[in-house]
């Protein structure tokens, strides 16, 4: 019976203990909490408030009674632990939570351990005691009490919604501007401050800026210049800076496209143009081979500048994430055009001049079939293009070459590889893949005869029936040959009619432009063996042009230079050797007049005249 209430004895002394530590703890973690007022009262940690709260008063005066009984003439002390404990479950009772509500009931009691100078690092003590209490009290369920969150001075809607523009930040006059938040793609001017990122020699578009208490838009304000973006010449200074764009729909000595810093109180915003509508660029591999070309049809997404570089010689370099629309053309596929969208990082410079963009890095070229890894650099290289051919696809011989250098418009001829397209009795133009120059000094010559082996003769008429000299053999240039289908010649002779009635005649000036075969049928002719071929060409020529008189029949006397285009119609029938230009039809005309036959519904058509 004694060994039984020594062990309870020493049960009820390490209990005691432990509230002990337990409240310092908590004193001490109240103390490390930045929230912390010294006028408040330690409250206890949620965990640690469970493991006091249910030792209650009644089983603390069962044990001190066991331990009375054997133990009469020892006195102990009630610890000033228990005595807080029963203070805090009597306001607890009371309806109060914590000991900020109800100091009185505390303020009389010393705290169980002297605070020490520096908190103690508690990381692991609360994990130790949350253990320690579910053990020891595991079939008692008391809810935890839910901890307050603490709020800061400035409100989240506040920093979503505003900015603060100081520009002595900047070195410049110590005024404060309190403006909406830009967006990420814009650049806010406003007074005398003027974002560090708007540089001369770039390319912006302008949109006034909305005042800070001026209520949503469903239409954000339009963009200054009619939306265009326009180069940034100069800067002014001052307290009211003159910022002076490139003069476009205006002239040197008047140019409109300016506008001051204060000109609006609320401000303006600057958006970046790396890459425009309209621009070009080869696309490259990893390896630095010119894949294909792009055109840039539409701007998906505003354009962001993500980095600026300015050197110790002026120069400045900026790197613009674009993300448009564009006009694809890969080389293996023969010309085809596809629409998909292309993002980037576009690496611009600025010397003495204008900014232009160096190149474009990490470029994704697609959606479903996403090619990643490429390389823009500006322009059309057409001496880069690279074309691959193969025998077998015309069942010839299975030798497969790449070609460098061709214009899409140009059929190829290399080694043992003749392009089927490539029709006897037609005219062609010819030239070297690696050579700007053509053959036979630029002429268009009709084809006579394609040979056949190895090394193919390609013949043309010649000059002189005793020594024609106008041949090559397809194998004789290791780069390849590029031959243009031509229809329409230099002073060609035609009668224009529409309607059934004759509008005048004309006469071919110049055919430099290059002729792009369409496509090429192969028609039944009734009572003949075999089939004629068909080709339909695209032209652009230069023309001198006569109209008749209104009455119809005769023809003026004055002569129009007018450019003409159209699609030509040049038919071999079977059993002859030579092909022969039927018609020039869905004409335009470079003139006023076309808008006269247009709203007329009067379609041109040229015929050509012997």
Known sequence: MVDQQNLEMTFLTALCKRVDETVSKSKALCQSNKY??????????????????????????????????????????????????????????????????????????????????????????????????????????????????????????????????????????????RVPQPAPHQMPVIGVYIDPRVRTGFRYKIRPMQALDAPPLSVKPRYLFDGKALTLQSIGRGFARRLTFEPIDSTLNENNNYFWSDSRPEGFLFEIEAVSVGDKFTIYDANHEPQGILEVVQQQKNQIEINQLIGADGTIEKKVKINTLCKVEWYENDGATKLVPVTGVALLKKGRGNASVVRVINVAIGIKQLKKGYELKPGVQSSSRRVKVNGADIKDIPCQYSMVGLERYELPVIG??????????????????????????????????????????????????????????????????????????????????????????????????????????????PGKRGKAVEKYIQVDVTCHVKLATTGGGSVDSEVHLMKVSGTALVRKDPGQQTAKLIKVFNVGLDSQLNLLFAHSQTELTFHPIP
């Open 36 to 177: 912390y007022r010294p006028s408040q009262q330690y409250p206890l940690p949620s965990v640690k408030r469970k493991i006091l709260f249910n030792l209650t008063k009644e089983t603390y005066i069962h044990i001190k009674m066991l331990a009375n009984s054997a133990m009469e003439m020892q006195v102990e002390e009630t610890p000033l632990a228990l005595r807080r404990l029963w203070n805090l479950t009597r306001a607890r009772l009371a309806g109060t939570t914590t000991t900020i509500d109800e100091p009185e009931l505390v303020d009389n009691l010393p705290y169980a351990q002297e605070p020490e100078e520096r908190p103690k690092a508690l990381t692991s003590a609360p994990s130790d005691y949350e253990s320690d209490g579910e053990e020891a009290f595991s079939e008692l369920d008391v809810p935890e009490v839910p901890e307050v969150q603490c709020k800061g001075y400035w409100t989240s809607s506040v920093y979503d919604k505003e900015v603060i523009l100081d520009a002595s930040t900047l070195g410049d006059v110590p005024a404060v501007y």
């Open 416 to 525: 043992t590889y003749v392009d089927p397209r490539i029709i006897p009795g037609f005219s062609y133009r010819v030239r070297p893949a690696n050579s700007r120059r053509h053959l036979f000094e630029g002429r268009s010559l009709m084809l006579q005869s394609v040979g056949m082996g190895y090394g193919k003769r390609i013949t043309f008429k010649p000059d002189t029936l005793n020594a024609p000299e106008n041949y090559f053999w397809s194998d004789s240039h290791p780069e390849g040959i590029g031959m243009e289908p031509r229809a329409v010649h230099p002073d060609m002779k035609f009668s224009i009619t529409g309607n059934g009635g004759l509008l005048g005649e004309a006469i071919v000036f110049r055919a430099d432009l290059p002729q792009i075969e369409k496509k090429t049928e192969y028609v039944d002719v």
